[in-house]
Nanobody, 119 residues
Framework: QVQLVESGGGLVQPGGSLRLSCAASGLTFSSYAMSWYRQPPGKERELVATITSTGGSTNYADSVKGRFTISRDNAKNMVDLQMNSLRPEDTAVYYC????????????WGQGTQVTVSS
């Protein structure tokens, strides 16, 4: 059974930092590209950052470039999102997402973790 379990969310003041982690199990983690998505209140889910299966390449939404960093540890089956200089508009539920195309497309979602940026 595949599980993606996020942790590290919480309440932080504007300008602060949080580090989200996603622990993966039940899948060949090193063969999956990993992403973080977020869903702000009342809005659609949006892509935040992606890292390739080897960790050799990353991509970010324009809104988080220079503030957020995605990283992974294939030995520990973990992917992290370091979030700095947080803004109220970063408030959202953050989701971990695994994707692999090996002939067919396989994807998995975590259950999400709430991040609230407020003074």
């Amino acid at each position: 059974q595949v599980q993606l379990v996020e942790s590290g969310g919480g309440l932080v003041q504007p300008g602060g930092s949080l580090r989200l982690s996603c622990a993966a199990s039940g899948l060949t983690f090193s063969s999956y590209a990993m992403s973080w998505y977020r869903q702000p209140p009342g809005k659609e889910r949006e892509l935040v950052a992606t890292i390739t299966s080897t960790g050799g390449s990353t991509n970010y939404a324009d809104s988080v470039k220079g503030r957020f960093t995605i990283s992974r540890d294939n030995a520990k089956n973990m992917v992290d999102l370091q979030m700095n200089s947080l803004r109220p508009e970063d408030t959202a539920v953050y989701y971990c997402y695994a994707r692999r195309r090996l002939g067919h497309l396989t994807t998995y979602w975590g259950q999400g973790t709430q991040v609230t940026v407020s003074s």
